[in-house]
């Protein structure tokens, strides 16, 4: 598959990163062209003594403006990503691992929605969305990430490709689209953290949700990769917005051990007092990484 643009051209350069990071190097790729999404901007984190075609798996994250500089946020919070993999890196059962951080748009809300949920809907609780059907973009920030980041990833920095090396996370819609691009490309993506997970599918405060929020249950139990290949964490807080996906969580924790997934490929934990922000989600980072990269087959 030829890379968009050619490998070296000016747009596929990487240029110093203006984020601060504690260990490692951080190497950007502004306005990444794609031919399926709005450009934005990759973030590329290397641990120290990292060289090229180090055998390494690689996470891929959404919202990647959030991952390692606070300073650089809306919020002034950040995942602590380099301050984590700084303190997992070397331990004894983990794999080496690379991160790539993928910036979220003002589309954000589209290009995370699972779209292929709607085919489990009624024709009139599809029509709900109205206009909005037309601006959901998740399959072409999925095909983004598999035809045109994931090539580039793999020529430039040549980490090992397959599916089991090949991971994905996010938080709250960032969850959605880490377990959707599970489902619809198991051969390519062999483990997810989803964190915070808007499994509840609310928009708004009018809008009836729970359709939603059991369509997508439905797609999941068509579409969910094999238990025994691949690895899925979730969690939730128990505060504010976190507290209101107890349900939703525990019904799709049904469903999906009622689908054999089971430990050590599958883990659920809740976290009593966290709420819906990436300082709590910083706190417990290292829990979904070491699920990912702990050797266990």
Same mark, same amino acid.
């Given at each position: 598959?030829?890379?968009?643009?050619?490998?070296?051209?000016?747009?596929?350069?990487?240029?110093?990163?203006?984020?601060?990071?504690?260990?490692g190097t951080l190497e950007s790729y502004p306005s990444f062209p794609s031919r399926y999404i709005t450009?934005?901007?990759?973030?590329?984190?290397?641990?120290? /003594?990292?060289?090229? !075609?180090?055998?390494?798996?690689?996470?891929? #994250?959404?919202?990647?403006?959030?991952? @390692?500089?606070? &300073? %650089?946020?809306?919020?002034?919070?950040?995942?602590?990503?380099?301050?984590?993999?700084?303190?997992?890196?070397?331990?004894?059962?983990?794999?080496?691992?690379?991160?790539?951080?993928?910036?979220?748009?003002?589309?954000?809300?589209?290009?995370?929605?699972p779209k292929k949920m709607l085919d489990y809907l009624t024709a009139e609780q599809r029509g709900a969305?109205?206009?909005?059907?037309?601006?959901?973009?998740?399959?072409?920030?999925?095909?983004?990430?598999?035809?045109?980041?994931?090539?580039?990833?793999?020529?430039?920095?040549?980490?090992?490709?397959?599916?089991?090396?090949?991971?994905?996370? /996010?938080?709250?819609? !960032?969850?959605?689209?880490?377990?959707?691009? #599970?489902?619809?490309?198991?051969?390519? @993506?062999?483990? &997810? %953290?989803?964190?915070?997970?808007?499994?509840?599918?609310?928009?708004?405060?009018?809008?009836?949700?729970?359709?939603?929020?059991?369509a997508f249950r439905k797609y999941v139990k068509e579409h969910n990769p094999s238990p025994r290949n691949?690895?899925?964490?979730?969690?939730?807080?128990?505060?504010?917005?976190?507290?209101?996906?107890?349900?939703?969580?525990?019904?799709?924790?049904?469903?999906?051990?009622?689908?054999?997934?089971?430990?050590?490929?599958?883990?659920?934990?809740?976290?009593?007092?966290?709420?819906?922000?990436?300082?709590?989600?910083?706190?417990?980072?290292?829990?979904?990484?070491?699920?990912?990269?702990?050797?266990?087959?």
């Amino acid at each position: 598959m030829a890379l968009l643009g050619g490998v070296g051209t000016a747009a596929q350069q990487p240029v110093a990163s203006s984020q601060t990071v504690c260990c490692g190097t951080l190497e950007s790729y502004p306005s990444f062209p794609s031919r399926y999404i709005t450009p934005r901007d990759v973030t590329v984190w290397l641990p120290d /003594g990292y060289e090229k !075609g180090d055998p390494c798996d690689v996470l891929y #994250m959404h919202d990647g403006q959030m991952l @390692f500089d606070a &300073a %650089a946020t809306w919020n002034h919070q950040e995942w602590q990503v380099d301050e984590v993999m700084c303190r997992l890196q070397g331990e004894r059962g983990l794999r080496p691992c690379i991160v790539v951080g993928i910036d979220n748009t003002q589309a954000r809300i589209f290009e995370y929605f699972p779209k292929k949920m709607l085919d489990y809907l009624t024709a009139e609780q599809r029509g709900a969305i109205g206009e909005y059907e037309a601006m959901l973009t998740a399959d072409n920030y999925l095909r983004f990430l598999v035809e045109e980041l994931k090539p580039f990833i793999d020529s430039e920095y040549q980490p090992l490709t397959g599916p089991r090396h090949t991971l994905l996370m /996010g938080s709250s819609m !960032g969850g959605l689209i880490s377990l959707y691009a #599970m489902c619809e490309y198991p051969e390519v @993506f062999g483990g &997810a %953290a989803c964190l915070s997970t808007h499994l509840s599918m609310k928009m708004t405060d009018d809008f009836d949700n729970e359709p939603w929020a059991e369509a997508f249950r439905k797609y999941v139990k068509e579409h969910n990769p094999s238990p025994r290949n691949h690895r899925l964490y979730m969690d939730r807080g128990t505060v504010e917005l976190d507290g209101s996906y107890a349900p939703y969580q525990d019904a799709m924790d049904e469903l999906l051990r009622s689908m054999g997934w089971e430990a050590p490929h599958f883990v659920s934990r809740v976290f009593d007092g966290h709420q819906h922000n990436e300082q709590c989600w910083a706190s417990r980072l290292d829990v979904p990484l070491r699920f990912l990269l702990s050797i266990i087959q």
